[in-house]
């Protein structure tokens, strides 16, 4: 794997092969990031779970779509 690097003061680039502790180290960012995005994803589609639940709960209660509107659920 590649790797650019950017000099911040004379703006020379560099292309050169990754070491092993750079590879290893991207490999672990990659895969603790999908491990976040997966329990973010998890969460929201929980949340909206509970949400739809809890509405057709008060649904069955006989409250009216405006009154479950109303509570800002």
Known sequence: MKTQIINAKTGE???RDM?????EKHNQVIEDTNKKEKVFKDERINKETIKTSGKA???AL????????????
């Open 13 to 15: 680039v560099e292309v």
């Open 62 to 73: 006989g409250l009216t779509d405006a009154e479950i509107g109303a509570l800002k659920i």
């Open 19 to 23: 070491t092993s502790a750079e590879t």
């Open 57 to 59: 709960k008060l649904k």
